[in-house]
T-cell receptor, first 115, second 114 residues
């Protein structure tokens, strides 16, 4: 059962515009959320994270928003650059108890930023 | 390079053979994770160590799979009697046990079972 869902397999955005990647989750026990970026033939690279006690976290061009009531988070990239083209994975974890540590991933969204 | 390293990067084997992969985590990280990723899917958790103790195993980890981290540093993942369904990218990640759960991934080992 997919506890983290990324319903858009792909997104195409023009350079300079905003990219918005979405993620939904079903497990209300998740309390920490992460975004990873993955290029072909490489492992995922950590991008940004957010704790469930916050609703927004910003790091340069990247901002993650969390809506706990809707069990929804999104990653905003502004402005988008061609080098941002990659697969973006949303991940979640429960940072307490016996399952401490394991990440649950969505299936990813392929972002293409065109000039 | 002080990141997570994995060896080999690619492995082609025949069905029924045994394979072993190695992961070297970031040196100060005491948590180490193994994940598997197949085409069109996100990484799926296999198992997790804190220091040398294996704390959790996924039901995905059949009895043909075994992982070790004998000295709390590098880890090995062995697959016995490989099957074509084992073909996947095997990813290793590491993290600190304090603070939040940012896991840092290695480049992965691509396994192809013929």
């Amino acid at each position: 059962d997919q506890q983290v869902k990324q319903n858009s397999p792909s997104l195409s955005v023009q350079e300079g515009r905003i990219s918005i990647l979405n993620c939904d989750y079903t497990n209300s026990m998740f309390d920490y959320f992460l975004w990873y970026k993955k290029y072909p033939a490489e492992g995922p690279t950590f991008l940004i994270s957010i704790s469930s006690i916050k609703d927004k976290n910003e790091d340069g061009r990247f901002t993650v928003f969390l809506n706990k009531s809707a069990k929804h988070l999104s990653l905003h990239i502004v402005p988008s650059q061609p080098g941002d083209s990659a697969v973006y994975f949303c991940a979640a974890s429960v940072n307490r108890g016996s399952t401490l540590g394991r990440l649950y991933f969505g299936r990813g969204t392929q972002l293409t930023v065109w000039p | 390079d002080t990141g997570v390293s994995q060896d080999p990067r690619h492995k082609i084997t025949k069905r029924g053979q045994n394979v072993t992969f190695r992961c070297d985590p970031i040196s100060e990280h005491n948590r180490l994770y193994w994940y598997r990723q197949t085409l069109g899917q996100g990484p799926e958790f296999l198992t997790y160590f804190q220091n040398e103790a294996q704390l959790e195993k996924s039901r995905l980890l059949s009895d043909r799979f075994s992982a070790e981290r004998p000295k709390g540093s590098f880890s090995t993942l062995e697959i016995q009697r490989t099957e074509q369904g084992d073909s996947a990218m095997y990813l290793c990640a590491s993290s600190l046990s304090s603070g939040h759960n940012e896991q840092f991934f290695g480049p992965g080992t691509r396994l192809t079972v013929l």
